[in-house]
């Protein structure tokens, strides 16, 4: 690998790393399995460690993922959340224990052994022994408080058994139990509603609303194992502290075990893979710590993770089973997506018949056919998957699989014209079929039931099932046709056949037809998410929303034409460059004449960037720019926005105006008199201002408030602005004349 090479894979992964972080944290809805998140995480974090020149302190592998969302109070904890580092293999986990006996210099330790619960990281503070707060993991340094929500958890005492420290923080894992999720997942196929994929993001999803009581349907548990800060002390060691925790009242892990030396440790997890499919929780792994706090302050931590403590994750379950056929599925974007239909197997709690391969690559590669016997696995979070097949137990004539052929050359759905497209792959780029008609059923079904998920307009109610049949009927050919489907019609809607009707009822219909009305008022950003523009993703689509007045002036944005213009600018340059080695200039004449317009184009890019592309970020580029315009210059675009004007639906964006805030960088530190963090948030991005996470020499002003700690410094040390919220305030003043 060479060094540009190395660079640009490291590059990859980041923004690769860094969007499955962002699923997993924020929206608790990952697309790839833990496994296969961690193998991408150790490929980034190896070869930062054989390309030390490209490491950076933003990196993924350098930082907890962040679970932070709107809504929430944030709050700081006293003691630092970390992560842990984990692992696959008893190579590595020998080698953990060997560094310790380097670190510590003794060969005698003690560890313990836990489950490692597959839910949602909390720190809970108990003051003089009654329960006060609780807090996400967050950034590490600071979390958003759910106390209200945490508080709707039965099996957590609300104040501690005994003689309790003055100040406690308990760390632990907020979880759904398996029955939980099952009766959750019950409740929603009998509404037609889609199911949940697993319950770590169920979990995760409903300790994020914003209504307790909602919160408090969904049977939330926890389980304590940790320490954070604490005054006075209580333990002196992680069995100490867990008999502790027990006599205090609060739920602890089903088992421990205390051993001494990494065999016995590699035994006690052996004995952990066998009981924990018993468990009330999800266990995807073990925590193997020492046992002793005096060692552990010792070993000390990294940024992210302690030294004296390491996950080993159990690999998911797999199972053998037969290859019985390959169907093709036809999704919102129209690409065909090949699913296996497998003889039914138990496998994680659940029959599979069906599992992905991915794409038509990745059959090829893997050298699956139709008749193999295969492995599939299921992570636990996402769809099963085809990992691998037995050729040695080939059907004789078993072919390799062609897609096309398979399809007879034209989409399996609406038999419209199929076209080979560049996609967006893992690792890189990759080729797939996409049925080019954008009025095919699968896709309408397909777009329907993303118009309604809860990121986009969230009109609970219409899932898979549901959009299937209101696309069947025609009655919705663009989701937003679904405002024309009278409550009647949908309250009679025959979900099942004609010998076994479903009727959808007039209560689920009653519920779609109010949710349809909330979503009107929602803003442009969640609606240009809602309509499947092609690229827009929901950070763009918040960009587009935050920069638009509403669909009228995205369609014919000046600001998007401008992208364009500037790298059509950009483009100039470099193929004109005067010292360009491709498209050498013929003579000196030419070679100034190339100069001369350099510098005017240089000028104009400067123009468009400090100008009326101020402040946007590069989401918003010219892949984005040219899809967006073509998109609502196109038929189907203009379709929907014809419709939409019919319906007297206008969302509106949330413009930024611009003024004095516009190009500076706000970080915040501390708690402000009056302001919470997020409404000065809110207000400095109204502002057209920025805010960051860390300080730096690009950092205009650091706002600080009571109790600011290790930015303010830095802030000192590097000469830039300190504010207070009055100064802060009065700037706003200035702005708003
Ligand atoms: S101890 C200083 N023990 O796994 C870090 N963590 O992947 C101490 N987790 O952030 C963490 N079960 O949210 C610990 N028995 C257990 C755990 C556990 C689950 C979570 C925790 C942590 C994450 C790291």
């Given at each position: 690998m060479s060094p540009a090479q190395a660079s640009k894979?490291?590059?990859?992964?980041?923004?690769?790393?860094?969007?499955?972080?962002?699923?997993?944290?924020?929206?608790?809805?990952?697309?790839?399995?833990?496994?296969?998140?961690d193998v991408?995480?150790?490929?980034?974090?190896?070869?930062?460690?054989?390309?030390?020149?490209?490491?950076?302190?933003?990196?993924?592998?350098?930082?907890?993922?962040?679970?932070?969302?709107?809504?929430?109070?944030?709050?700081?904890?006293?003691?630092?959340?970390?992560s842990l580092d984990n692992t696959y293999n008893e190579a590595e986990l020998r080698g953990f224990h060997a560094r310790l006996v380097r670190l510590l210099d003794t060969e005698d330790l003690r560890y313990t052994v836990e489950p490692k619960i597959d839910g949602l990281?909390?720190?809970?503070?108990?003051?003089?022994?009654?329960?006060?707060?609780?807090?996400?993991?967050?950034?590490?340094?600071?979390?958003?408080?759910?106390?209200?929500?945490?508080?709707?958890?039965?099996?957590?005492?609300?104040?501690?058994?005994?003689?309790?420290p003055r100040v406690v923080e308990i760390r632990g894992?907020?979880?759904?139990?398996?029955?939980?999720?099952?009766?959750?997942?019950?409740?929603?196929?009998?509404?037609?509603?889609?199911?949940?994929?697993?319950?770590?993001?169920?979990?995760?999803?409903?300790?994020?609303?914003?209504?307790?009581?909602?919160?408090?349907?969904?049977?939330?548990?926890?389980?304590?194992?940790?320490?954070?800060?604490?005054?006075?002390?209580?333990?002196?060691?992680?069995?100490?502290?867990?008999?502790?925790?027990?006599?205090?009242?609060?739920?602890?892990v089903e088992k421990l075990w205390a051993v001494r030396g990494i065999d016995a440790a590699w035994a006690a997890i052996g004995e952990l893979d066998e009981r924990r499919r018993t468990f009330a929780y999800g266990t995807d792994g073990a925590v193997v710590k020492l046992d002793a706090f005096e060692q552990q302050r010792n070993a000390g931590a990294t940024d992210k993770a302690p030294r004296w403590a390491i996950a080993y994750k159990y690999k998911p379950d797999t199972a053998r089973t037969r290859l019985k056929a390959i169907t093709i599925q036809v999704g919102k974007t129209g690409i065909l997506s090949p699913v296996?239909?497998?003889?039914?197997?138990?496998?994680?709690?659940?029959?599979?018949?069906?599992?992905?391969?991915?794409?038509?690559?990745?059959?090829?590669?893997?050298?699956?056919?139709?008749?193999?016997?295969?492995?599939?696995?299921?992570?636990?979070?996402?769809?099963?998957?085809?990992?691998?097949?037995?050729?040695?137990?080939?059907?004789?004539?078993?072919?390799?699989?062609?897609?096309?052929?398979?399809?007879?050359?034209?989409?399996?759905?609406?038999?419209?014209?199929?076209?080979?497209?560049?996609?967006?792959?893992?690792?890189?780029?990759?080729?797939?079929?996409?049925?080019?008609?954008?009025?095919?059923?699968?896709?309408?079904?397909?777009?329907?039931?993303?118009?309604?998920?809860?990121?986009?307009l969230a009109i609970d109610g219409v899932g898979d099932i549901v959009s299937a049949k209101l696309v069947e009927l025609d009655l919705v050919r663009d989701p937003p046709d679904l405002y024309d489907v009278p409550l009647a019609t949908l309250a009679t809607l025959n979900l099942g056949t004609a010998e076994e009707p479903r009727i959808f009822g007039e209560k689920n219909a009653t519920k779609?037809?109010?949710?349809?009305?909330?979503?009107?008022?929602?803003?442009?950003?969640?609606?240009?998410?809602?309509?499947?523009?092609?690229?827009?993703?929901?950070?763009?689509?918040?960009?587009?929303?935050?920069?638009?007045?509403?669909?009228?002036?995205?369609?014919?944005?000046?600001?998007?034409?401008?992208?364009?213009?500037?790298?059509?600018?950009?483009?100039?340059?470099?193929?004109?460059?005067?010292?360009?080695?491709?498209?050498?200039?013929?003579?000196?004449?030419?070679?100034?004449?190339?100069?001369?317009?350099?510098?005017?184009?240089?000028?104009?890019?400067?123009?468009?960037?400090?100008?009326?592309?101020?402040g946007v970020p590069s989401e918003v580029g010219p892949a984005v720019a040219g899809s967006v315009l073509d998109f609502f210059a196109s038929e189907p675009g203009r379709r929907l926005l014809a419709k939409l004007a019919v319906l007297g639906i206008d969302p509106a964006g949330t413009v930024l105006a611009a003024g004095v805030f516009t190009g500076k960088t706000f970080v915040l530190t501390g708690t402000l008199p009056a302001l919470k963090r997020e409404e000065a948030e809110a207000k400095i991005l109204a502002a057209g201002g920025k805010v960051s996470g860390s300080v730096s020499k690009k950092t205009s002003y650091v706002l600080a408030g009571a109790e600011a700690g290790s930015k303010l410094e830095k802030a000192q040390a590097l000469g830039v602005a300190v504010i207070d919220e009055a100064e802060f305030v009065s700037l706003l003043g200035t702005e708003k004349k």
């Open positions: 894979r490291i590059a990859e992964l980041r923004s690769e790393v860094a969007a499955h972080d962002e699923r997993y944290y924020r929206r608790a809805a990952p697309e790839i399995s833990d496994f296969e998140y991408l995480k150790a490929e980034l974090a190896d070869l930062e460690k054989r390309w030390p020149q490209f490491a950076a302190a933003d990196s993924p592998t350098q930082r907890v993922g962040d679970d932070r969302v709107q809504g929430f109070r944030e709050v700081e904890h006293r003691q630092k959340m970390l990281a909390v720190s809970l503070t108990y003051e003089q022994g009654r329960f006060v707060r609780a807090v996400t993991r967050g950034r590490g340094d600071r979390g958003d408080d759910i106390t209200a929500n945490v508080l709707t958890i039965h099996s957590l005492p609300k104040s501690l058994r005994g003689p309790a894992e907020i979880y759904l139990t398996v029955a939980e999720f099952d009766r959750i997942n019950a409740e929603r196929a009998a509404a037609g509603e889609e199911l949940y994929a697993n319950p770590r993001n169920v979990a995760a999803g409903t300790i994020k609303l914003l209504d307790p009581a909602e919160v408090a349907r969904r049977k939330l548990d926890i389980v304590l194992y940790g320490l954070g800060y604490c005054e006075p002390e209580v333990a002196s060691s992680q069995t100490d502290l867990h008999e502790r925790l027990e006599a205090w009242g609060l739920p602890v296996a239909e497998l003889e039914p197997v138990f496998l994680s709690l659940s029959t599979i018949s069906r599992a992905t391969l991915h794409n038509e690559e990745e059959i090829r590669r893997k050298d699956i056919r139709i008749g193999d016997l295969v492995e599939i696995e299921r992570a636990g979070e996402v769809i099963p998957a085809v990992l691998r097949s037995f050729s040695e137990e080939r059907p004789p004539g078993a072919e390799p699989f062609d897609l096309v052929k398979a399809v007879g050359g034209s989409c399996p759905v609406c038999h419209g014209r199929i076209a080979r497209v560049e996609v967006a792959a893992e690792g890189g780029e990759g080729v797939a079929w996409k049925c080019q008609n954008y009025d095919c059923a699968a896709q309408r079904v397909g777009r329907l039931v993303f118009f309604c998920s809860r990121r986009a779609i037809v109010a949710a349809r009305e909330v979503a009107r008022t929602l803003p442009l950003e969640r609606w240009v998410y809602a309509l499947s523009v092609p690229e827009v993703g929901e950070t763009t689509a918040r960009e587009l929303g935050r920069r638009h007045r509403n669909f009228a002036a995205l369609a014919d944005s000046p600001l998007l034409h401008a992208v364009l213009k500037r790298a059509e600018l950009e483009d100039e340059k470099d193929r004109e460059s005067p010292n360009s080695k491709k498209n050498p200039p013929k003579d000196d004449a030419e070679r100034e004449r190339r100069k001369s317009r350099r510098t005017a184009i240089d000028a104009e890019i400067a123009q468009l960037t400090e100008g009326i592309l101020a």
